[in-house]
């Protein structure tokens, strides 16, 4: 039998996943010989034997379980008689076309060499092997290469190079290798700067704060039972009401504190390690303080994800506060002397190391919403896999510069988008300058260089401002198209299509503040076909922040003189002054806005019902009355008869055709809401009953419009919402009504980007 060559190219997420020590282990198995080697397209294998097509099958169907291959290509060429099969040095092109790796939590070899006291890695908190360990954020260019990372500082030693050269070791051209010797360092100060034994176990026990050097980025980390700590750590970080992260010991203990599903339970231990938001545990007691997370029903948890963090749980705590350390509005810190500085004053202690971070990277958040996993934050993880676009093609190198608020940007080109990780709200020069760090070297990773780019239509955001600048072509996007385009460009899909797109804002059009918004179209267009009606939002998006003045001008708007003076009870906080000041902003219309925000209409009700009358971040309002709601429903089983017939019952509201739009009207819904209240219905019956009318009111929209002939698209930040979420499901699925949600990028501001390139495309 005549010895056969061919040359094979893979493309995919096959640098830094074990792929080269995979492929050099099977063609020994297998008794081929020749070469792989990393190059910035992939990989590429030479190969030389008698059975090679046997040998591509096994190359694609037992690749390492990190590893994604998109594409194989093979040429049969010129057999050179090699006598063995090498690992070779990467090849480096100008064309660069190769995916890297997000970063990945430790591995269980791992964490059992670190508990080995035998173990030269023995309690290492740099611990990792070609399975685990750091890849994103310290990569600066392509291919994946330790010079190319950040680990280019620390040179290898002799027992390291061993196992780095031994095809058959674990860590086989693991670039991040390390080891006490010759690996990063991390040390312990206190707020004076002064040097400290050990990494802060006994301080985090005794109450004190530490700043804790991450994969992505600084922590703020104390002892979640530790009343006083947390609320230290909330007072000194200005954080207001939001809540805290934590991380926790186990899934076991996790589960004293919180209900976790086989759905949930996958995500904790999954790689990408994300924080999973769950619902607490009904039960008398509770571990954990209020202040955790006041009041809501959920806590977001994850689970250790670095050696470091398994190394902290030596104390005696089953729960640490991990909440990212940022300066309030500001980005999150990652460097050492930004740390030292900026969180002095917060930090009691600091745990520091010398392995640079290069690309800042947030811990992801994840929610399970009827029975799928929906991204509130995508990061860590899961930045930069790539969407892959069978059915479009963008034919120029584009730039979506995405929203102001929860920002990420998107690039794409040909078949592939890659949507950066969350960058945050864009509203200060810090937010700003880090998302040009973050575009320019995600340029790098990504290999695409932009020749047009999209932004949003505001005029007064500061990406519009800085897409404005550019001396490239450029297409501005109304907001809820691009929430539209981008669930249909997950899908792969670009058919016109009927879409609901429920958020706080996006100006409209007509000048107005858009958010409950009916829209049919494509990345071609849309035509609005139903929305909320308009009613007048006091100071505009800086009025969300008062839900009852919003909760106010909405009844008076609404309300007949007679209704009207019936609610005289309901504004006992607000003082004189804002009556009079909102009754004249009401009359002459003087920074008041029309909106049609569905953001803002449960912002009114929470207000109205003295849920949330202060918001000290997005969506609290909102998200504390969906708390609400969620605590009475699980003390009313659903076999309870009287409960199903009067709870679940929809308030009344009207579908109004007007201008062959439908318009939502919520003024009898409102009406009959408030003589509930005032009757005294708890605050949870009533909010249960206004999350199942807004479900209602959507799928009736729905059905008006005719939804029955194709799919519906359901976006924008309130389909984060589990509970409305659900029930529209439900209801969508009683009416066979299909369904199109996001997948793998947030149905908030998150995945906006990704749509406003999509629409761009088929302009420039």
């Known amino acids: 039998m005549k010895r056969e060559a061919k040359t094979i190219f893979l493309n995919g997420i096959v640098q830094g996943v074990g792929f080269r020590p995979f492929v050099f282990k099977l063609a020994n198995e297998m008794e081929i010989k020749g070469w792989v080697h990393n190059s910035s397209r992939g990989v590429t294998v030479h190969a030389e034997g008698y059975n090679l097509d046997l040998f591509d099958n096994r190359l694609l169907n037992e690749a390492p379980p990190l590893a994604k291959i998109v594409t194989i290509r093979s040429v049969v060429s010129e057999c050179k008689n090699y006598e063995t099969f090498e690992i070779v040095q990467s090849e480096v092109e100008q064309e660069a076309d190769v995916f890297i790796s997000p970063d990945v939590a430790t591995c269980e070899d791992c964490l059992e060499e670190m508990a080995d006291p035998t173990n030269r890695r023995y309690k290492f908190p740099f611990?990792?092997?070609?399975?685990?360990?750091?890849?994103?954020?310290?990569?600066?260019?392509?291919p994946y290469d330790r010079s190319q990372t950040t680990m280019s500082d620390f040179p290898m030693c002799e027992f390291c190079s061993v196992e780095y050269r031994n095809p058959w070791d674990r860590r086989?051209?693991?670039?991040p290798i390390a080891c006490p010797e010759c690996g990063p360092k991390v040390q312990l100060r206190d707020a004076q700067g002064h040097l400290l034994p050990g990494i802060g176990v006994d301080q985090l026990a005794q109450g004190g704060i530490i700043a804790v050097k991450g994969l992505g980025g600084f922590h703020l980390v104390c002892d979640a039972r530790n009343a006083q700590a947390v609320r230290r750590l909330r007072e000194?970080?200005?954080?207001?009401?939001?809540p805290f992260a934590l991380m926790a010991r186990s899934v076991v203990k996790a589960c004293d504190e919180v209900v976790i599903g086989?759905?949930?339970?996958?995500?904790?231990r999954s790689t990408a390690a994300p924080i999973v938001v769950l619902e607490r545990q009904l039960k008398l007691a509770n571990v954990l303080p209020e202040d955790i997370a006041p009041g809501i029903h959920t806590l977001g948890i994850m689970l250790p994800y670095t050696p470091l963090h398994h190394l902290l749980f030596d104390g005696p705590y089953d729960f640490l506060v991990m909440t990212s350390a940022n300066l309030s509005g500001r980005p999150?810190?990652?460097?050492?002397?930004?740390?030292l500085a900026g969180l002095k004053g917060i930090a009691d202690y600091f745990l520091i190391h010398d392995r640079d971070i290069y690309h800042p990277c947030d811990d992801s958040v994840v929610q399970v919403?009827?029975?799928e996993t929906v991204f509130l934050r995508r990061a860590?993880?899961?930045?930069?896999?790539?969407?892959?676009?069978?059915?479009?093609?963008?034919?120029?190198?584009?730039?979506?510069?995405?929203?102001e608020l929860k920002n990420a940007f998107c690039l794409a080109s040909g078949r592939w988008a890659f949507v950066s990780q969350y960058l945050g709200d864009m509203e200060g020069y810090e937010n700003l300058q880090r998302f040009h760090q973050e575009r320019e070297s995600f340029q790098r990773v990504v290999n695409i260089t932009p020749q047009a780019l999209a932004y949003d239509q505001h005029p007064n955001y500061q990406l519009t401002r800085f897409a404005l600048e550019q001396p490239l072509p450029k297409y501005s996007v109304q907001h809820h198209h691009a929430h539209l385009v981008s669930v249909l460009g997950e899908w792969d899909r670009n058919e016109p299509t009927l879409g609901i797109i429920c958020d706080g804002t996006g100006l409209g059009e007509d000048g107005c503040i858009w958010g409950f918004e009916v829209l049919y179209?494509?990345?071609?267009?849309?035509?609005?076909?139903?929305?909320?009606e308009y009613l007048p939002l006091p100071g505009g998006d800086t009025g969300a922040k008062h839900p009852l003045r919003i909760a106010y001008a909405y009844l008076k708007t609404l309300f007949t003189e007679e209704e009207w003076d019936t609610t005289e009870s309901l504004w006992t906080d607000l003082s004189v002054d804002e009556r009079q000041i909102l009754d004249r902003q009401l009359e002459t219309g003087i920074q008041v806005f029309q909106t049609s925000s569905a953001g803002r209409l449960f912002d009114a009700v929470s207000g109205l019902l003295g849920v949330c009358r202060r918001v000290t971040y997005e969506g609290q309002a909102a998200i504390e009355l969906e708390s609400v709601a969620i605590r009475f429903s699980q003390q009313h089983p659903l076999e309870d008869v009287e409960w199903e017939e009067n709870v679940k019952r929809p308030y009344p509201y009207e579908v109004r055709v007007e201008n062959a739009q439908c318009i939502l009207k919520v003024g009898t819904l409102l009406g009959e809401l408030v003589r509930d209240f005032l009757c005294g219905v708890s605050q949870g019956e009533i909010a249960y009953r206004f999350h199942r009318t807004i479900a209602h009111a959507i799928v009736d929209l729905a059905m008006q419009l005719q939804v029955e002939k194709g799919p519906l698209v359901l976006s924008g930040g309130v389909f984060q919402n589990k509970l409305l979420t659900e029930a529209v499901l439900n209801l969508c699925q009683d009416k066979g009504i299909e369904i199109l949600r996001s997948r793998t990028l947030p149905p908030g501001d998150g995945g906006l980007a990704f749509g406003q390139l999509l629409i761009a495309n088929e302009v420039l």
């Open 380 to 403: 860590r993880g899961y930045v930069p896999l790539p969407i892959l676009m069978s059915a479009i093609q963008v034919r120029t190198p584009l730039l979506g510069v995405g929203g």
């Open 521 to 532: 179209g494509n990345a071609s267009g849309f035509k609005r076909k139903g929305h909320l």
């Open 332 to 339: 999150l810190i990652y460097k050492n002397d930004e740390a």
């Open 127 to 142: 611990t990792n092997c070609t399975n685990c360990g750091p890849r994103y954020t310290i990569i600066r260019d392509v």
């Open 172 to 175: 086989f051209h693991a670039q």
């Open 369 to 371: 919403i009827g029975g």
């Open 236 to 242: 000194r970080k200005e954080r207001g009401a939001k």
């Open 262 to 268: 086989p759905e949930e339970e996958k995500l904790l």
